[in-house]
């Protein structure tokens, strides 16, 4: 968590007095309630966490409803631009956003490694606060888990997340048409590299930050512009490439890309090269695709890069009328190849 | 998983290829898509998993919705009466039902270490399915990481529920008046003695089986005998005693119990003698405290033992007009003492 507006806010727990998460913060029991109120009811505070009870009760501004789930891994938990806390509030912000819903909700389940710093999760919780106010979201319900030393690993964190629709659009792969144009809202591979620098003590010129964001102010936006969104996609595990094999196969037709048209940052490009990876499979975690009708991309692409919100927006692509479910990449120099998911991960516990 | 209609489908997943999860399952490509494809939407199928997309829509038939997380680290996976599967679901829907909710629909992250049995996953995910039938809920959306061995410890598994309310009751602690009875629906200790007689292999006469098991249909039918239930709460880590005293604090009223009324089978009572645990303390799945006012509570434990669902339903107690916010118990000596949380857990990792 890096300077934000509760950052000055010490740990309610006396770090002298428990330094460490203990076996017995998961067991049911005073520690439990006490780190429960301390740590997440402190900083998360909201009406609905505070009633201690086993849900969280809420009436729906819409009858249309989107709900989706994450685990976050990440290892670190603290890299350039964010931390697992960040990461587990935007990720599933996104998910909502992709839906085309504005985020109400977040659960969020805690399973800690007995040893884990009282003083990081304090940070964690505090990053989560920031992250949700700035979605504007509240997480209104959760659950903390301890596992013995060696059977974790710090911190993994789920979110799941509520939102509602208030369009009637159907925002989905299967909706992807012929002549769309392919968008993404940004730069590619940050979030990926940042990780894997900060793993591997690499050092650049600059620091390469994640791209760590909330996304759904930018979703609800080309809404409100009137905007037929077919399809979106959050470039995370896998890149822009394993989400684009991915709506190409739903949807069965072609998608064409060019390299050139995809903007990646020199950073990005110098330390993919050194290391032998190629952006298009890297992660990111405020990146999205955006599928609309030829016709509304330049509105689309004025929206987004409206005030300066995303001045790196890019048409990247199109979406062919061949009924092949393939992704096809113009290189720099003119030549076509087809885009293959990777069989798994160039980085694993990148989210 | 013991004995149910899926128990004898085998692993879509070749055994003989793939007999164990790789860090790659988890890495966003093809082998990740081929693991939740044929081991998560073979086993939970339905047509919102299908979407393939980030997250699930859906039309929510009430505008009162509950909403609420646990995450499971249930040591060992498997136990008698359960594993951690059916636990994951169990868990997630009674929390619901605590809250008066129907449950419609669940997420599910799974966080799997690396070399972890693909068999078992899959016997995992088909014993989910069977507990989402029973309890009438939909899996609808999901997450997979998998983390490096020695960093997890098998399988943890986190569910997200959401839940309509169909009524205009509040159901909650701050609800419970003087007066009202005290009624569990069974015999307790169950579930923390059989993981405990399980991990350190322990053997009575018979096996002590887990009470896991989904109460979601239990209250409704007392929700639809217009029962006015003031509050409900599932007795799981610190078992029945933490429950009740949580419940007195955020009431501020004194609950009374009596120990001879309290049902605990005899087999759990012999381990917990030989154990040294006090079986109140000791985690449950399946159980629940209700409270109702007084002149309800007859009708309520008729409900209860209607058609033998719960024949060993009992009134244990009742709440007093003392505003002490404390649990006090009768003990069989006729004694009385105040019941108090425990520190931590007498079993880590019970759930």
């Known amino acids: 968590m890096s300077d934000n507006e509760y950052s000055g806010l010490s740990c309610p727990i006396p770090i002298s007095e428990y330094p460490h998460v203990l076996l017995a913060h998961g067991g049911g029991g005073k520690l439990m309630h006490q780190l429960i109120e301390k740590i997440f009811t402190a900083a998360f505070a909201n009406p609905m966490l505070e009633t201690a009870h086993d849900g969280a009760v809420f009436k729906a501004d819409s009858d249309r409803l989107a709900f989706t789930t994450d685990s976050y891994v990440v290892d670190p938990l603290f890299f350039p631009g964010g931390d697992i806390g960040k990461l587990a509030v935007d990720g599933t912000v996104n998910d909502l956003a992709m839906c085309g819903a504005r985020p109400l909700y977040l659960s969020c389940g805690f399973i800690i490694e007995e040893g884990f710093s009282m003083d990081s999760l304090w940070k964690i919780a ?21 596992v013995d030393k060696g059977r974790g690993h710090g911190l993994f964190i789920n979110t799941a997340g509520i939102g509602s629709i208030g369009h009637d659009l159907t925002i989905a792969p299967s909706m992807v048409q012929p002549g769309d144009a392919v968008i993404v809202n940004g730069d590619i591979g940050r979030h990926g590299m940042a990780i894997m620098a900060h793993r591997e003590s690499l050092s650049f010129e600059t620091t390469i930050e994640s791209d760590c964001a909330p996304l759904a102010d930018t979703v609800m936006r080309l809404l409100d512009e009137d905007i037929e969104i077919h399809c979106l996609r959050d470039l995370t595990r896998g890149g822009l490439a394993a989400s684009l094999v991915e709506i190409a196969s739903v949807s069965g037709y072609r998608i064409a890309v060019e390299e050139s048209k995809i903007p990646v940052v020199d950073q990005v490009r110098g330390a993919c090269e050194i290391l032998g990876f190629d952006p298009t499979y890297v992660a990111n975690e405020g990146r999205m695709v955006i599928f609309v009708p030829k016709k509304e991309a330049e509105k689309a692409l004025a929206v987004l890069r409206d005030q300066g919100l995303w001045p790196e927006a890019a048409i990247i692509g199109r979406v062919g009328d061949e009924r092949t479910g393939i992704v096809t990449m113009k290189s720099l120099i003119g030549a076509e190849r087809i885009v293959d998911m990777l069989s798994g991960e160039q980085l694993p516990r990148i989210c």
Chains 1, 2 share one sequence.
């Open 126 to 146: 505090l990053s989560m606060k920031q992250a949700a106010d700035e979605a504007k979201v509240s997480i209104v319900t959760g659950d903390t888990k301890v």
